[in-house]
């Protein structure tokens, strides 16, 4: 069993419901109006609730930002790419695929802030290789603000197999590097794309960067080598969703010339 902390992570997982909740664990004195919906939620599923004394939550939490709500669930269950696919496809036809792929990324807080920022910049999945994943799933959880319960999440086995296979179903796939000629906004974004961005100790592997349908960067007024992964992670997504939303929403100017 896990530990969910806060009351926007319990209420991401009991709406995502993806996870089996065993237990509620909920401070003694808390008001009900402040977490109505997750009692209501927990009624209606008859989730056992805990009331417990401020001492003993705290004991039980692994941080301090639990706000007085824990619960007990089963690990997320990750997704398989083809069901991460047929979800994609089942949205409205013009609706263009966005993955990010990650690689070289071992702090759980980090990859919380990255699923957070994926969420919010349009993102339908992340792809992580499997042998990486020993990650703190409570960390990631409370650093991703209710984003790990709702994101999809891959975690591949072969890597370069499924980067083809993506690529045979008509992404393109651009890998992020500190010195490629091309920058991000040199890059169309607004069609079908993998987003593969790499850690600031390894970059992206070989395997990766020899897929990669165009290498680009993040143009950089100040020499500082590079940037963390989360947040160049965020530059690129940031770029992609402004052309895409650019691209839906254009100009006043420019539907009167059209």
């Known amino acids: 069993m896990e530990q969910i902390e806060g009351k926007i992570g319990v209420e991401a997982a009991l709406s995502a419901r993806q996870r ?10 808390l008001h009900p109006h402040q977490i109505e919906e997750i009692l209501a939620e927990a009624r209606i599923r008859n989730i056992p609730i805990k009331y417990a004394s401020r001492e003993e939550i705290d004991a039980m939490a692994h941080g301090k930002t639990h706000g007085g709500i824990i619960a007990l669930a089963s690990p997320k269950p990750l997704t398989p790419i083809e069901m991460l696919l047929d979800q994609i496809a089942a949205k409205k036809s013009s609706h263009a695929g966005a993955l990010l792929l990650l690689e070289g990324i071992d702090d759980s807080q980090n990859l919380g802030f990255t699923l957070r920022s994926a969420e919010a910049l349009g993102i339908d999945g992340v792809l992580l290789k499997k042998h990486l994943w020993d990650f703190d799933s409570n960390a990631v959880a409370r650093a991703s603000s209710g984003a790990y319960e709702r994101l999809p999440l891959v975690l591949l086995d072969d890597a370069e197999k499924v980067l ?3 690529k045979n179903q008509g992404f393109a796939l651009y890998g992020c590097i500190a010195n490629a000629r091309r920058t991000i906004y040199d890059i169309d974004l607004t069609g079908p794309v993998v987003l593969a961005i790499g850690g600031e100790k390894r970059g992206l592997s070989a395997g990766v960067r020899n897929l990669c349908d165009r290498l ?11 940037l963390s992964l989360s947040h160049a992670a965020s530059i690129a997504m940031a770029e992609l969703s402004r052309q895409r939303w650019q691209k839906n929403n254009p100009p006043a100017n420019q539907i009167e010339r059209s």
Do not use: D, H, T, Y
């Not at 089996?20 to 004195?29: A, D, H, Q, T, W």
């Not at 993040?218 to 590079?226: D, E, F, H, L, Y």
């Open 20 to 29: 089996k909740i065993s237990l509620l664990v909920i401070r003694e004195g």
């Open 216 to 226: 680009i960067r993040i143009p950089m007024v100040a020499n500082i080598g590079s």
């Open 164 to 166: 083809l296979r993506l």
